[in-house]
């Protein structure tokens, strides 16, 4: 299948979102985008046993009230919907991304934890996805449909820069002729914390300096690869997460990694992917790197 962006739709504000954000995402890439349902057990639930193409009606329904929404924004954007039947809806969804360039899908957050971006079912696909996947809420529409002006934020690992992660954030922020905003965390020696011992100011000035140092060396050969783009290093003490989750709340996008595993086993996603999944006040798109 030729290169598209993905966009699964379920019927809820949310994946409506999805849809107007996966759009704009097309548009700015040059791509057709494909809307698509998976049908499931729950589709079974909600459908009038009465009626025996209900299921189907309910679901086509579903794809062509996102489709009026996409044209009706985008109008310059080649849409086609798809109805996949059976199976589980992670398992539907991963394979699909397969033939895609980028997946997008609506979140809703979980378990009245207000705030939480990430769902059930887009937590599963993240920890899975071959593809970059982007997770949209519900409330933000002009950050959901792309919010052109506004940083891309991303978050570095300096010990190990991951090429199609910090690649995928120079290519956003030059196609939205945005300011790239990169940002690094680093944790102080642990002596520092023992005994509340605050270690002198020079000291503390030259890890500082050293933490700024590693920034720069990751972006240094993408700066010349991408000229156009406007660089700004965040360095600062404390969780990196933490510093990409405040950062969000003015972001148009966030960028993080995601490191792909052999086996089903054990957590798919770490720690600084897990906060900044649920904690981001913006789009997320979570890049898979080896």
């Known amino acids: 299948m030729s290169a598209h962006v993905l966009a699964g739709i379920d019927g809820s504000p949310e994946s409506t979102a999805a849809a107007r954000w996966a759009a704009d995402e097309a548009g700015r890439r040059g791509l057709p985008l494909r ?3 998976a049908r499931t057990w729950l589709d079974d639930i909600h459908a ?3 009626l025996p193409q209900d299921v189907r009606a309910l679901a086509a329904r579903m794809l062509s009230d996102a489709e009026a929404v996409v044209r009706g924004t985008r109008p310059d954007v080649a849409v086609r919907t798809e109805l996949i039947g059976g199976g ?4 539907v969804l991963v394979e699909a991304a397969g033939q895609a360039d980028v997946l997008v899908l609506g979140s809703r957050g979980i378990g009245g934890f207000e705030g939480l971006l990430v769902g059930s079912v887009g ?8 593809v970059p996947l982007v997770l949209v809420r519900a409330g933000e529409p002009e950050r959901s449909a792309g919010h052109d002006g506004a ?5 570095v690992d300096t010990r190990d820069p991951a090429a199609d992660v910090i690649d995928f954030a120079f290519r956003e922020a030059a196609r939205r002729g945005t300011v790239l905003r990169a940002v690094h965390g680093w944790s102080p020696p642990p002596v520092w914390g023992y005994a509340g011992w605050v270690p002198p100011q020079a000291e503390a000035e030259q890890f500082r300096a050293l933490e700024a140092e590693l920034l720069g060396d990751a972006l240094a050969g993408w700066r010349e690869k991408y000229p156009e783009v406007t660089v700004v290093e965040h360095c600062r003490a404390g969780s990196g997460s933490s510093a990409v989750v405040d950062l969000s709340a003015d972001a148009a996008l966030v960028v993080i990694g995601r490191r792909r595993r052999p086996h089903h086993i054990g957590m798919r996603l ?7 999944l649920h904690h981001a006040q913006a789009p997320v798109v979570l890049v898979p790197h080896d």
């Open 35 to 37: 809307l698509v349902h």
């Open 48 to 50: 009038d046993p009465t």
């Open 88 to 91: 589980d809806p992670v398992d």
């Open 123 to 130: 937590l599963a696909v993240a920890g899975r996805c071959d």
């Open 151 to 155: 940083e891309v934020v991303l978050g």
């Open 270 to 276: 770490g720690p600084v992917a897990h906060a900044v």
